[in-house]
């Protein structure tokens, strides 16, 4: 198998971290800008799809004042994260874990959830975008892939 070179699993790393931060701290528009300007955020955890810049933006936004609403902090953990070769260099396809974390007010720390991503990324002036983000839960059964690590 053709592997990413280390500095671009390093760059889509760092992206996780940064986007996590960014919704877990209420910045929704910093959170949407993470995405590409037509990007897809797919979760069957939510009624419907977030397609572009101005959805995605309402997405983290109502997320953020659920959080205020409820005296909840959440944290989104992403790990075990395989970057895989994409269509070309400015293309890749990653898959990962990801968990959230729920903390009410004078509470107890709970997992929320665990779910798996794959997302296609795709690199714009020197930053990994999430062009298209499927969600799926642990208790939805195992995906069928493709040999390119995508969904069949």
Do not use: K
């Amino acid at each position: 198998m053709t592997e990413v070179p280390d500095a671009v699993a390093t760059q889509v790393l760092r992206a996780y971290a940064r986007q996590s931060r960014l919704i877990d701290t209420g910045d929704a528009s910093g959170w949407a800008a993470t995405f590409t300007a037509d990007g897809e955020f797919h979760s069957p955890s939510y009624p419907a799809p977030a397609v572009g810049a101005e959805a995605l933006r309402d997405f983290a936004a109502a997320f953020a004042r659920t959080a205020l609403e409820t005296g909840v902090v959440s944290r989104h953990v992403v790990t075990n994260v395989d970057v895989l070769p994409g269509a070309d260099v400015d293309h890749v396809v990653a898959h990962a874990y990801l968990q959230i974390v729920a903390t009410p007010t004078g509470g107890e720390s709970r997992l929320v959830r665990l779910t798996t991503l794959t997302d296609q990324l795709v690199r714009r002036d020197g930053r990994w975008l999430v062009a298209h983000r499927e969600v799926r839960r642990d208790d939805a059964g195992l995906p069928v892939t493709t040999g390119t690590g995508t969904h069949a």
